[in-house]
């Protein structure tokens, strides 16, 4: 789950990761670029929508200006 700063950015990731559609959420596309909200939003988004289940590992990403990054991977 990614950061939903830019579709192409993420797009690209996808592309280059070899993931499919389904292993990746996007909500770009209804918010925009969220900022730092971004990663909480897709993952509630995610989890409301029945995408992440019990048991599931989720990698959460971030990155931004000044290249600050940060990673977590989680089990739900």
């Known amino acids: 789950m990614p950061h939903q700063a830019n579709l192409r950015i993420l797009d690209a ?5 070899d ?3 389904e292993r990746v959420f996007v909500n ?8 730092s909200a971004s990663v ?6 995610a989890r ?3 995408r992440i289940k ?8 971030a ?12 089990r739900f």
Do not use: C, I
């Open 13 to 17: 990731v996808q592309k280059r990761l």
């Open 19 to 21: 993931l499919s559609d």
């Open 28 to 35: 770009v596309h209804e918010y925009g670029n969220t900022g």
């Open 40 to 45: 909480p939003l897709a993952l509630w988004e």
């Open 48 to 50: 409301d929508q029945g």
């Open 54 to 61: 019990p048991g599931d590992l989720v990698l959460l990403t």
């Open 63 to 74: 990155f931004g200006a000044g290249f600050h990054w940060a990673a977590a991977l989680l």
